[in-house]
């Protein structure tokens, strides 16, 4: 379905556009 815009899978791990607002990732420092 779209009815919301699907970033493609790669860059989308690295750099969330629209997602980074939702998502955000854990920091982990060794």
Known sequence: PS???V???GRH???PSA???VFQPP????
């Open 13 to 15: 791990d690295l750099e």
């Open 19 to 21: 997602n980074a607002r």
């Open 27 to 30: 920091v982990i420092e060794r």
């Open 7 to 9: 970033p493609k899978f």
């Open 3 to 5: 009815e919301f815009p």
